[in-house]
């Protein structure tokens, strides 16, 4: 016997409960026979004005993480997903993978998370020289900047929204994330990432890629495939750029 729905895949996905864009965005992209079960991690909707209350942003989404965990491990599934990005770089690369080993250990799952996926899309792709773009304040860029350093990237140009409270995040608009994406394009880069989850990017990532004639990558669309990937599915699945609909 199997699950009705989720005969194939189950993933528990975790997002912080300021969080409005992964859950749709992931909806979009499930194949038939997968199913997310969304967990939340009670973080408050803080203003955010500057780099020390960016780090309490972070500190909120750690310390409410493990319960989130344990709530969704009720429903059985059979991956973990978490749709975070900004715990899953900061430290940079060995605190990362730190954060995937704990939790693989603690859920006896495997799990995918948003740096690790990062890096696999971009180095699929072919691409070694990036620009980033963020909602985050500058404490955040720098953390992102050093985990794809420490992953053998080159960042040629991080553009931070300096997004003014969780919430908010998910309001940038696609035509200014779009304009975004131009800034931190550039002479010799080869792809423009964009991370952060609540920024709602993976529609019209493939809009700006077509534009500037290069890669760009919106972190749901790479977590989502990095989780269907590692579990096996190889389903093409159109809309959301080269990643699904190629690789």
Known sequence: MTDSLGYRAKFGVLVPST?????????????????????????????????????RLVEHIAAG???????????????????????????????????????????????????????A??????????????????????????????????????VGLKCRSPVLIAHVSEGELDAAVTEADGPGIDAVIQVGTNLAMARSAPFSERRLGKPVVAINTAIYWHALRASGIEDKIAGFGPLLEEF
């Open 121 to 158: 899309a971009l180095k699929r792709l072919g691409a070694k020289r990036i620009g980033v773009v963020t909602p985050y304040w500058p404490v955040g860029d720098k953390n992102v900047a050093q985990f794809f350093a420490e992953a053998g990237f080159e960042v040629r140009k991080i």
């Open 19 to 55: 969080n409005t864009s992964v859950q749709p965005e992931f909806d979009a992209m499930r194949p038939a026979g997968v199913t997310n079960h969304i967990s939340r991690i009670r973080i408050p909707n803080m203003a955010l004005e500057n780099d020390d209350d960016f780090s």
């Open 65 to 119: 993480q493990i319960e989130a965990v344990d709530s969704v491990m009720t429903a059985e599934p059979t991956r973990i997903v978490l749709g975070i990005s900004v715990e899953t770089f900061w430290g940079g690369y060995e605190l990362s993978r730190k954060l995937k080993r704990e939790l693989e250990i603690h859920t006896g799952l495997p799990v995918s998370l948003g740096a690790e996926a990062s890096e």
